[in-house]
């Protein structure tokens, strides 16, 4: 028998991979798991900074993706993007069931928030991140900029609520958000310039 | 180029407010009005808004990207295929167990020669009708393989098509002189966060009803569309909505007399004749 009658699914292109868990094959959704868990696992880590919530997150994506891969448009999708969207938009609805829950049960103390050395979200996710390929170009960016889109894409806020949170009009949020992603569209797809 | 602003009136919009819109709906931030027209030139296929959405996805793709992997713990992965297993489709291919499993030749005990060149004989048939069976699995196999293949791209073409006659659809209507865009406004009863808006063009009598951010509708129950002629309800249709909460409903025949808005209740299943439940969405024509 020839070597394809026992597919070596490892071999296959992401558009053959993503059909075959379509069509409910175990060993194709096995591949695609090896393939991009540590990427998605990478990126809830990134968001959430948390195992637990972290390993809650990647098997329910996955387990989307089992049921609803056939809703992935193979001709005009791209896979790990596809991938990289359900995940970070799981995560940020974690982050958001997780910020109600701890409203519901902690009486924040804004004067203890306010004081300096104080933990800082935004600031924790910039430290904790150092040596990220990723760091190399949100560095480049005006602190102003990159804060802004982290802020939106990493911790789920939006544009109203990053400007009420840094106390900025919301046209100021929207001009800086602007220049920073044309930048960062220039630097990493530099054939869309 | 032209944006919704809180009022419902049309607007112009430049190239720095539509980047702006690009980038904080690829981010997630875009929300209101805001997001509900960028979505709506989407779904137009507004080719500026389609290349800036493309290009400001792809950095935030291009982000995702560069996050340093992180290996997940092998419980992970466990515990998901003894999830999915239960449901696959079963026509899979034999497992490695199956496919060693080898012939086993009796011993010849005898020194018979006739009876040695028998034995051997039907060992060797055994085992060639064995390798012949398991070669027949193999290609039944590939070709269930195949089929599978075969039906999904059908249901991709198919929906492809689909797509394709919508857009053309909806290209019409986004050509035709004296388009309109009429917004929705909510009621007490509207879902939080559910928005939409009416394409309307009185000289093709036709229009557009986009409505996004929807939960499906209630057990039992349908969204149904009406035009109001004054206060004569005539039935426009039922609004399917799917699984991203968005819905559209493309009418056809808008009657000639003066028509004085659009309305979206909840009817029961299949629809009323005549509005009977809760009004979620009204649309007046000016």
């Given amino acids: 028998m020839s070597a394809k009658s026992s597919t070596d699914f490892s071999l296959l292109s992401d558009e053959i991979l993503i059909l075959q868990v379509a069509a409910q094959n175990v060993a194709a959704f096995s591949e695609l798991y090896d393939r991009y868990s540590p990427k998605l696992y990478g990126l809830a880590m990134k968001i959430l900074r948390d195992p637990v919530l972290a390993d809650d997150v990647l098997q329910e994506v996955f387990l989307n993706v089992w049921k609803k891969a056939d809703s992935f448009d193979t001709q005009r999708g791209y896979l790990p993007g596809w991938l990289s969207i359900l995940c970070r938009n799981r995560c940020i609805d974690a982050l958001r069931s997780r910020e109600k829950r701890r409203q519901k049960s902690v009486a924040i103390n804004e004067e203890t928030l306010a004081m300096p050395g104080a933990s800082n979200p935004m600031q924790d996710t910039l430290n904790t991140q150092r040596g990220d390929v990723l760091r190399i170009h949100l560095n480049r960016l005006p602190q102003e900029q990159r804060m802004l889109i982290e802020m939106a894409y990493f911790e789920g806020y939006s544009q109203s609520e990053i400007a009420e949170k840094l106390q900025i009009p919301l046209g100021t949020v929207k001009t800086r958000i602007r220049l920073g992603m044309n930048k960062l569209r220039d630097r990493l797809l530099p054939s869309a310039e | ?286």
């Fill in chain 2, 1 to 286: 180029m032209v944006d919704i602003n809180d009022s419902g009136r049309v607007a112009p919009i430049n190239r720095e407010m539509l980047e702006e819109q690009a980038a904080l709906y690829a981010l997630g931030a875009l929300e209101g009005q805001e997001k509900s027209s960028f979505e709506m030139l989407l779904e137009l296929q507004d080719p500026e808004a389609v290349e800036l959405f493309a290009e400001m996805q792809a950095v935030t793709i291009a982000i995702c990207e560069e996050i340093e992997p992180l290996t997940p713990t092998a419980a992970i992965k466990r515990n998901l295929l003894d999830i999915v297993e239960p449901t696959a489709n079963p026509e899979k291919p034999p497992s490695r167990k199956a496919s060693s499993k080898k012939a086993t030749v009796t011993p010849i005990q005898t020194a018979n020669r006739w009876k040695q060149f028998s034995l051997a004989a039907t060992a060797i048939a055994a085992m060639l009708i064995m390798a012949l069976g398991y070669f027949i699995y193999q290609l039944q196999t590939e070709i269930s393989q195949l089929r599978s293949q075969v039906a999904i791209s059908g249901k991709l073409i198919e929906r492809l098509e689909g797509d394709l006659a919508e857009g053309n659809r909806l290209l019409t209507i986004a050509c035709a002189p004296g388009l309109g865009i009429l917004a929705f406004n909510g009621f007490e009863g509207t879902p939080d966060g559910a928005r939409g808006n009416v394409l309307f063009t009185p000289e093709l009598g036709r229009a557009l009803v986009v409505v996004s951010e929807m939960p499906q509708a209630a057990e039992g129950k349908d969204y149904q569309v009406w035009m109001l002629e004054g206060s004569q309800p005539i039935d426009a249709g039922l609004l399917k909505v799917n699984s991203e909460g968005q819905a559209t409903l493309n009418i056809d025949t808008i009657p000639e007399d003066v028509l004085s808005a659009f309305a979206v209740t909840v009817e029961p299943k299949g629809g009323s004749p005549l509005p009977t439940g809760d009004m979620l969405f009204l649309a007046t024509v000016n």
